[in-house]
């Protein structure tokens, strides 16, 4: 009987042991697999990058450009306002004038992100 008890208690063991070489391997599975999704991500973040480096002139260039402009639209719209204004009319009844509004909208965010080009 004690063989038989020994026995058991052997194969119990090894099954064990089995079970948790087999955790192991699943665990250097799972490993493998986030290695490789993070070296091709460093690998498309290289070459993103890559190419941001290439626009960053242009952007910085565009945006500074679309600020200095909207600057001089701003002072000469608030020109024409008050003169509109002396003669009656509603400046913003004229699409011009609208549409340079819907425009100057985006100084902001164009602003951030011009400075934020500068910094890479």
């Known amino acids: 009987m004690e063989k038989n008890v020994l026995s058991k208690l052997y194969k119990g ?6 079970a ?14 986030l290695y490789d999704q993070a070296q ?4 498309d973040f290289n070459k993103a990058y890559g190419e941001l480096d ?6 910085v260039e565009n945006g ?4 200095s402009a909207s600057d001089e639209l701003n002072l000469l719209g608030a020109t024409f306002k008050k003169q509109f204004a002396e003669l009656g009319l509603n400046y913003l009844d004229y699409p011009e004038f609208k549409n340079a509004g819907s425009l100057l909208k ?3 965010v164009i602003r951030k992100m011009t400075d934020t080009a500068k910094q890479i």
């Open 13 to 18: 063991e090894v099954q064990v042991e089995l």
């Open 20 to 33: 948790e070489v087999k955790v192991d391997l699943a665990n250097i599975n799972d490993f493998k697999k």
């Open 40 to 43: 091709k991500y460093y690998v």
């Open 54 to 59: 290439k626009i960053k002139g242009s952007v």
């Open 64 to 67: 500074t450009n679309f600020l």
């Open 106 to 108: 985006f100084y902001d």
